[in-house]
């Protein structure tokens, strides 16, 4: 595996692959890599020639400076894991190659982004659109994986995709889980050891609300409860609990409202200070 730093570099190896028409494969990340982002990266490696890691904490995306300062970084454990994983290449930039003077550009994203994380936090789907469409520009990625652990996420890269015209495939690929529930993220590092023991209640209570439709209730009625359900566990506090359509990212007031991908619920709860988010398709 090379590990590249500059965009020129980048621009080499694509042109080269793109030349002897071979498939490129992208795995966007922020590093801190776990077997949620290894799944991705398996995936990859199966559809395509050559895969593509970028590796970069992406600052236009943090809304919170905090955040961004202690976001975990751990580069020379995210290689290791993707050269043994297959990985052609890890793209490893730094801010002043990726962003050489600020990026300024304002994404039309639309509905999709003015929901739930986009309510939550202003300019954080503008930074991912920015950042996504630099990767793209550079890689020419024949396909592209996401997690759907940030479902909303993909609806705004999609809808960032169509605003540009870029031609490839965005594959969005299962969240992966601990054997508890809990969904890997990053974050889930600067849990304490009473935040971890916890922490898979989130996924109990979106489950057991799977039950609550199966009652009667109506999605208004279900997030009302599933609300109180997180809030009920010590330590957790939902921030909100969403039921959108599956593509517009929309709320639905009944669940025949939902469109050909049906209805999914969105959560993000603070637990034990750590803000961490799932969802459960219904
Ligand atoms: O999901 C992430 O890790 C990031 O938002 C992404 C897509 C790599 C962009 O920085």
Redesign the pocket.
Known sequence: MEIIRTIKRLDEVVDTARKAGRSIGLV???GALHAGHRSLVERARRDNDVVVV?V???PT?FNNPDDLRTYPRTEEADCAMLEACGVDYAFVPSVEEVYPEPDNRVFDLGPVAEVMEGAMRPGHFN??AQ??SK?FAMTRPTRAY??E??FQ?IAV?RRMVELEGFELEIVPCPIVREADGLALS?RNVRLSAEARAIAPEIRRKLEQSLSLKAEGMTPAQVEKATVEAINSVEGLEAEYYSIVDAITMQPIARWEDAGSEGAVGCATVFCGGVRLIDNIRY
């Open positions: 966007p990340t922020m970028s970069f904490v992406n995306q930074g991912v950042i996504v990767l996401f997690g652990k940030d996420q890269i990053s």
